[in-house]
């Protein structure tokens, strides 16, 4: 089985300052691939970042980056230079990789991220 | 390339009733996946089909139902509504799901309200 928690279900920054969403994982597939996705109130799950659990190094995509602590299993996400368009709630999800494992995603329960001007 | 689009956008219906909710996934992927969010909270699997068949169920009941059509849309079916079925619900298409980083891609979702 695999679980998400997300333990902030609201956060604010200020505009231009960057911003750390939580996330921690638990899971027993050896493989495992963890998704960031990115929900504004139009409903629509907008792909932020893609952490392999192999990858040697963190991602980052823009303005988003992953830092992926595999002992400590977590994936959370930074946000720098937040904007007003960032204000939108944010998922953490994963997906099992191994052989026999089920290809659906698992989100964790959200982050509401509101950028103050 | 066009998205994935979800119709309608918006619908209620009572309880007891059929709600059919149509996906029409994005170009070039041959893999779709429901999920239901309901307010509040992250989105759940229902089933994912592929090659018009499904392989993959989450936990729910067999009044949720799908079908996947020869060019890849999809559609999800719910019999005997109850009011906990209210939700958005959520349509992603994407290719390989073998590869790792194969990312889903998602329609807006069709909100559905039971009476």
């Known amino acids: 089985a695999q679980k998400i928690t997300q333990t902030q279900p609201g956060m604010f920054v200020q505009e231009k300052e960057a911003v750390t969403l939580d996330c921690t994982y638990d899971t027993s597939d050896p493989s495992y691939g963890l998704f960031w996705y990115k929900q504004p109130s139009s409903g629509e799950m907008i792909f932020l970042i893609y952490?392999?659990?192999?990858?040697?190094q963190n991602a980052t995509e823009g303005r988003y980056s992953l830092n992926f602590q595999k002992a400590r299993k977590s994936a959370n996400l930074v946000i720098s230079a937040s904007q007003l368009g960032d204000s939108a709630m944010y998922f953490c999800a994963m997906r099992g990789l191994s052989s026999g494992s089920a290809r659906q995603l698992t989100f964790g329960s959200g982050t509401q991220l509101t950028v103050l001007p | 390339e066009t998205g994935v689009t979800q119709s309608p956008t918006h619908l209620i219906k009572t309880r007891g009733q059929q709600v059919t909710l149509r996906c029409s996934s994005q170009s070039g992927h041959n893999t779709v996946s429901w999920y239901q969010q309901a307010l509040g909270q992250g989105p759940q699997f229902i089933f994912q089909?592929?090659?018009?068949?499904?392989?993959g169920r989450g936990n729910f009941p067999p009044r949720f139902s799908g079908l996947q059509f020869p060019n890849y849309s999809s559609e999800l079916n719910v019999n005997a509504l109850e009011l906990d079925d209210s939700a958005l619900y959520l349509c992603a298409s994407s290719s390989n799901l073998a590869s790792g980083a194969n990312v889903l891609t998602f329609g807006a979702g069709s909100r559905l309200t039971v009476l």
């Open positions: 089909y592929y090659r018009e068949e499904e392989n």
């Open positions: 952490q392999g659990s192999y990858d040697q």
